[in-house]
């Protein structure tokens, strides 16, 4: 069923508000595609591409952005998921994070070339979620979201064994963070989220680039807070030089959208957790 439902939504020229005129054909058809997310690593091509409608329902592939520039793109988004899209989006990302999950499998190990291949299309899919739809998210979404990566990061960083856990730490920490941050224009800081980070991560510890790439965040803030300091009236930018070598992430906060008090409230959660965070590590070693 899944691998007819993915070919049929995936081929080209299949117009989705002619295959899905309501929101009820909506939930069908994702009902279908999001047990492809649960299938065993054997059937990577039909959890690729659910990966690949998802994208274009989610409005980040490419033929959509093209189209959100007014260059002769096509928004791929049905149309009568828009009038409710919030809660489309939070029930598409949470079947997505169902690839994280530990699964018995016959042939193909978790690990595999695959797997890692997959897991990170879907972090991709979620960094460009923030960055290029950050604006449009609810509160509900961006809290729905950051649970969702708590949940998925802790499943594969906090077993020292777990294979992906070493292919994929960098990019889930600096994901998580990148999300935080970016989140608060839109919804504050939430206390209770920030208690989840700090209880999670305590669990990843074991994992030097985890508190590596907690110091590039918390220096890049630092840094930042610093320039405010001294020029109260600058525009609030970060840069975060990421310890695996990856290209720095560089955004800036509109200070109508977030009080300096919100700013301050990150730095300092993430300053006294990562001290907490240190002091346990060099503890237990």
Same mark, same amino acid.
């Given at each position: 069923?899944?691998?007819?439902?993915?070919?049929?939504?995936?081929?080209?020229?299949? #117009?989705?508000?002619?295959?899905?005129?309501?929101?009820?054909?909506?939930?069908? &058809?994702?009902?279908?595609?999001?047990?492809?997310?649960?299938?065993?690593?054997?059937?990577?091509?039909?959890?690729?591409?659910?990966?690949?409608?998802?994208?274009?329902?989610?409005?980040?592939?490419?033929?959509?952005?093209?189209?959100?520039?007014?260059?002769?793109?096509?928004?791929?988004?049905?149309?009568?998921?828009?009038?409710?899209?919030?809660?489309?989006?939070?029930?598409?990302?949470?079947?997505? *994070?169902?690839?994280?999950?530990?699964?018995? !499998?016959?042939?193909?190990?978790?690990?595999?070339?695959?797997?890692?291949? &997959?897991?990170?299309?879907?972090?991709? !899919?979620? #960094?460009?979620?923030?960055?290029?739809?950050?604006?449009?998210?609810?509160?509900? !979404?961006?809290?729905?979201?950051?649970?969702?990566?708590?949940? &998925?990061? #802790?499943?594969?960083?906090?077993?020292?064994?777990?294979?992906?856990?070493?292919?994929?730490?960098?990019?889930?920490?600096?994901?998580?963070?990148?999300?935080?941050?970016?989140?608060?224009?839109?919804?504050?800081?939430?206390?209770?989220?920030?208690?989840?980070?700090?209880?999670?991560?305590?669990?990843?510890?074991?994992?030097?680039?985890?508190?590596?790439?907690?110091?590039?965040?918390?220096?890049?803030? *630092?840094?930042?807070?610093?320039?405010?300091?001294?020029?109260?009236?600058?525009?609030?930018?970060?840069?975060?030089?990421? &310890?695996?070598?990856?290209?720095?992430?560089?955004?800036?906060?509109?200070?109508?959208?977030?009080?300096?008090? #919100?700013?301050?409230?990150?730095? !300092?959660?993430?300053?006294?957790?990562?001290?907490? *965070?240190?002091?346990?590590?060099?503890?237990?070693?």
């Amino acid at each position: 069923m899944c691998s007819m439902v993915v070919g049929f939504l995936g081929a080209d020229g299949v #117009d989705p508000v002619a295959v899905l005129p309501s929101g009820h054909h909506i939930r069908w &058809a994702m009902e279908v595609l999001g047990h492809a997310f649960a299938l065993p690593m054997e059937d990577a091509d039909v959890i690729a591409g659910s990966l690949r409608i998802y994208e274009r329902w989610l409005g980040v592939d490419d033929a959509s952005l093209v189209a959100k520039g007014g260059k002769g793109g096509k928004d791929q988004r049905p149309a009568c998921m828009q009038k409710v899209e919030q809660t489309f989006i939070q029930d598409m990302l949470g079947q997505m *994070t169902l690839l994280f999950e530990e699964r018995s !499998t016959s042939g193909v190990a978790s690990g595999s070339v695959d797997a890692s291949v &997959a897991k990170h299309v879907v972090l991709e !899919t979620f #960094d460009a979620l923030t960055k290029r739809r950050g604006a449009q998210l609810s509160p509900q !979404t961006w809290d729905r979201m950051i649970r969702l990566l708590l949940g &998925a990061a #802790d499943g594969v960083l906090h077993n020292l064994r777990n294979v992906l856990g070493n292919q994929l730490c960098g990019q889930l920490v600096r994901l998580l963070f990148e999300v935080y941050l970016r989140s608060l224009p839109h919804c504050g800081p939430r206390g209770e989220l920030w208690s989840l980070l700090q209880k999670f991560s305590r669990r990843w510890i074991h994992r030097s680039l985890v508190i590596e790439q907690w110091n590039a965040v918390t220096l890049a803030l *630092t840094k930042s807070l610093m320039r405010q300091i001294h020029v109260p009236d600058a525009a609030i930018g970060i840069e975060i030089v990421w &310890a695996d070598s990856r290209q720095p992430s560089k955004f800036e906060y509109v200070i109508s959208l977030m009080s300096p008090r #919100d700013y301050w409230f990150s730095w !300092t959660e993430l300053v006294i957790d990562w001290i907490l *965070t240190v002091s346990a590590t060099l503890f237990l070693v």
